[in-house]
């Protein structure tokens, strides 16, 4: 392989400004973090109460749920309450993700837009 014919597609794109960068990684830590916590804390409650784990529809539905909003509840936290600092160098307001493909961060403020190139629909995020 040819080094010279690799794109420069880096995970530390420098397009994308460090706040932005940050505030992708720390949603996709919660996102991915609170989906297996969530249904852990559920399965370790099960066996410390001493009810153990059965297997009901009923369980497997909790069990799921719980991943599924371990998942949802951080996304959308970070989608429409914690947004990244904007990158503006005049403006000290909030930046938020817009769309899916591509996610682009408009911030609240100064309504500049930052594109990341990143989309949620496909493979790049």
């Avoid at 919660?30 to 109460?49: D, H, M, Q, R, T």
């Avoid at 909003?69 to 947004?83: C, D, Q």
Wanted: aromatic share 12%; with cysteine; net charge negative.
């Amino acid at each position: 392989m040819n080094p010279e014919t690799e794109s420069n597609q880096d995970q530390s794109d420098p397009d994308i400004a460090q706040s932005v960068r940050r505030h992708i990684t720390m949603q996709s830590v919660f996102e991915i973090g609170c989906s297996v916590l969530a249904p852990g804390v559920w399965v370790f409650y099960k066996f410390y109460a001493g009810h153990g784990i059965g297997i009901s529809v009923t369980e497997g539905a909790v069990f799921f749920g719980l991943f599924v909003l371990g998942y949802l509840i951080p996304h959308t936290v970070f989608r429409h309450v914690v947004g990244a600092a904007c990158p503006s160098p005049d403006c000290r307001g909030k930046a938020f993700p817009k769309g899916r493909d591509p996610v682009i961060y408009v911030c609240a403020s100064c309504r500049h837009s930052f594109p990341t190139g990143l989309s949620e629909g496909g493979d790049s995020l």
